[in-house]
């Protein structure tokens, strides 16, 4: 099966900029996840849908951080304005079912950085 | 807020002994625990788990053992080999809620 596909690779911006990730998940996984890995950290969990709802969104920093899974499949994680320290890895994950019926299966991320 | 704790950053071993990497978790309600494992540049790939209703996980060279005593599960890699070179993540989960350690990065030298 196709793995998940995260696009771009790599971004780097400016401080205050504005940028977007873009996550497609593996075909007919109903739940999506959207992770930060700080370097030095484990992944901190974002933002979780549940086909086009979102399950878990207490981690996202919402004045800056806005993510949808429209039509419950691609989903699209924004930020703006971005902050130095929002430079990280982006993982975006999915799972057909919860975590012990079918574990987490990532992406390669995004890396972003922000000068 | 710190539930999963993977108190060394990185381990070296030689290829063919035994690794054994650690990793603590301060929130009881957690039942299932997994480890991934992660290049540089890729995603992080899920290599083990166990559910809290067991203590002991093998698949082949890997395995996990929980105690659920001291809050404490650990990942055994033998014999080691330099492929193995990658950073491991201990995960816990709770109500399908997953948290993540910091990480070991494991070197296994020729």
């Known amino acids: 099966e196709a793995g998940v596909a995260q696009s771009p690779r790599y971004k780097i911006i400016e401080k205050r900029q504005s940028v977007a990730f873009w996550c497609n998940p593996i075909?007919?996984?109903?739940?999506l996840y959207w992770y930060q890995q700080i370097l030095g950290q484990g992944p901190k969990l974002l933002i979780q849908f549940q086909n086009n709802g979102v399950v878990d969104d207490s981690q996202l920093p919402k004045d800056r951080f806005s993510a949808e899974r429209l039509k419950g499949v691609d989903s699209t994680l924004k930020i703006q304005p971005a902050k130095l320290e929002d430079s990280a890895v982006y993982l975006c994950a999915s799972s057909a079912q919860g975590v012990m019926d079918s574990p987490l299966h990532f992406g390669n991320g995004t890396r972003l950085t922000v000068t | 807020d710190q539930q999963v704790k993977q108190n060394s950053p990185s381990l070296s071993v030689q290829e063919g002994r035994i690794s054994i990497l650690n990793c603590d978790y301060t929130?009881?309600?957690?039942?299932?625990f997994l480890w991934y494992k992660k290049y540089p540049a890729e995603g992080p790939t899920l290599l083990i788990s166990?559910?809290?209703?067991?203590d002991k996980n093998e698949d082949g060279r890997f395995t996990v053992f929980l105690n659920k005593s001291a809050k404490h599960l650990s990942l055994h890699i033998v014999p080691s080999q330099p492929g193995d070179s990658a950073v491991y993540f201990c995960?816990?989960?709770?109500?399908?809620?997953?948290?993540f350690g910091a990480g070991t990065r494991l070197t296994v030298k020729p």
């Open positions: 075909s007919g996984h109903a739940t």
């Open positions: 929130n009881s309600m957690f039942d299932y």
């Open positions: 995960a816990a989960s709770a109500h399908n809620d997953m948290r």
């Open positions: 166990i559910s809290s209703i067991k």
